[in-house]
T-cell receptor, first 110, second 114 residues
Framework: EDKVVQSPLSLVVHEGDTVTLNCSYE??????LLWYKQEKKAPTFLFML????IEKKSGRLSSILDKKELFSILNITATQTGDSAVYLC??????????FGKGTRLHILP | EPEVTQTPSHQVTQMGQEVILRCVPI?????FYWYRQILGQKVEFLVS????????KSEIFDDQFSVERPDGSNFTLKIRSTKLEDSAMYFC????????????FGPGTRLLVL
């Protein structure tokens, strides 16, 4: 059975701190991994990772994938209150199905 | 920037009633999806749709559910006879042919079945 485990489940930090969100997965016929940010409603796309060891960056956010160890991390540096959200790690299978984890709820204190 | 839109944003219905949730995917996208998220739980895949037919569906997507692309822009999810446990946020997503891994989500429809 496909499995996605995100840790921590919840995290509270102060503005300016750096956070690392973890995702481990076991997915049949893995193809890629996507990170989404979910605030009040729909998940918004952050990154898609297909190759191991290649860091993707977007401003203060970065992410990397390790296909051998079956995990990915999402880093956020110099956090801001607007980063407060649930971050979803979603591996994608070869049949295009994406598997959602429970997410990491991140809360940034001013 | 183009975005996926969904209507209505909220719907309250009586158990046993039919509901139709509407989605307008991004215009050049060819792959369409429905997901649901029961309050406090994780997002669950329902169905994917391509070339006017269902390409995959989950165990949740039983005979009570159907999808349709009635015209060139809308993508609908119909629940024939709603149950209390159908109460959830329903998200539509779409992706383009060249980069179908990246799905763009709509704002969701919150459905409450009484």
């Amino acid at each position: 059975e496909d499995k996605v485990v995100q840790s921590p489940l919840s995290l509270v930090v102060h503005e300016g701190d750096t956070v690392t969100l973890n995702c481990s997965y076991e997915v049949t016929n893995f193809r890629s991994l996507l990170w989404y940010k979910q605030e009040k409603k729909a998940p918004t796309f952050l990154f898609m990772l297909t190759s191991s060891g290649i860091e993707k960056k977007s401003g203060r956010l970065s992410s990397i994938l390790d296909k051998k160890e079956l995990f990915s991390i999402l880093n956020i540096t110099a956090t801001q209150t607007g980063d407060s959200a649930v971050y979803l790690c979603t591996p994608r299978r070869g049949d295009d199905k994406i598997i959602f984890g429970k997410g990491t709820r991140l809360h940034i204190l001013p | 920037e183009p975005e996926v839109t969904q209507t209505p944003s909220h719907q309250v219905t009586q158990m046993g009633q039919e509901v139709i949730l509407r989605c307008v995917p991004i215009s050049n996208h060819l792959y369409f999806y429905w997901y649901r998220q029961i309050l406090g739980q994780k997002v669950e895949f329902l169905v994917s749709f391509y070339n006017n037919e269902i390409s995959e569906k989950s165990e949740i997507f039983d005979d009570q559910f159907s999808v349709e692309r009635p015209d060139g822009s809308n993508f609908t999810l119909k629940i024939r006879s709603t149950k209390l446990e159908d109460s959830a946020m329903y998200f539509c997503a779409s992706s383009e042919a060249r980069r179908k891994e990246t799905q763009y989500f709509g704002p969701g429809t919150r459905l409450l079945v009484l």
